[in-house]
T-cell receptor, first 113, second 113 residues
């Protein structure tokens, strides 16, 4: 079945460091891919998305490219801030199952001044 | 403003009680979902619904029930049969037009006392 695998956290960085959170997926067909962010005690917010191969999603300095050949959707940011501290979830849309989202386990990011 | 409203934000349940979590959306979305999140873990799908009066079990439906009498509403009942109900519950919706992202509520934290 469809699945998403994310790198385990926590990821701890200093402010202005480069961020990469790895995400790979297994899916039939051509699902859309998403990154969501969750701040403490809150729901999930969409960070970015890509709907087809080679698409690059971007938002708030974060980027991710839909790589079909490596089945990956790694999240990157060139210079993180303390305010980026949160849990990040990679997800895909299950096209054969009511378009429900399948999530990775989440990666906690802690950025220190 | 359009969005998804979950209530209450915090809920306490005694052993053996049923409790109902509310989820309302004014986005005119067809599909709605309930997810469960445990500390340090990803999201697991409990139930989902594509249209009114139709819903499907997700990966962890045992001990839960739902109804979808109105397009806007998708309440979740946590029954006494759910052995470990303490968790953070998230409701989501999307237009179900293929490859679209889901929008999330702010969540309900349920604690068994």
């Amino acid at each position: 079945g469809n699945s998403v695998t994310q790198m385990e956290g926590p990821v701890t960085l200093s402010e202005e460091a480069f961020l990469t959170i790895n995400c790979t997926y297994t899916a039939t067909g051509y699902p859309s891919l998403f990154w969501y962010v969750q701040y403490p005690g809150e729901g999930l917010q969409l960070l970015l998305k890509a709907t087809k191969a080679d698409d690059k999603g971007s938002n708030k300095g974060f980027e991710a490219t839909y790589r079909k050949e490596t089945t990956s959707f790694h999240l990157e940011k060139g210079s993180v801030q303390v305010s980026d501290s949160a849990v990040y979830f990679c997800a895909l849309s299950d096209l054969g199952g009511y378009n429900k989202l399948i999530f990775g386990a989440g990666t906690r990011l802690a950025v220190h001044p | 403003d359009g969005g998804i409203t979950q209530s209450p934000k915090y809920l306490f349940r005694k052993e053996g009680q049923n409790v109902t979590l509310s989820c309302e959306q004014n986005l005119n979305h067809d599909a709605m979902y309930w997810y469960r999140q445990d500390p340090g873990q990803g999201l697991r799908l409990i139930y989902y619904s594509q249209i009114v009066n139709d819903f499907q079990k997700g990966d962890i439906a045992e001990g839960y029930s739902v109804s979808r009498e109105k397009k806007e509403s998708f309440p979740l009942t946590v029954t006494s049969a759910q052995k470990n109900p303490t968790a953070f519950y998230l409701c989501a919706s999307n237009p179900w037009e293929g490859n679209t992202e889901a929008f999330f509520g702010q969540g309900t934290r349920l604690t068994v006392v």
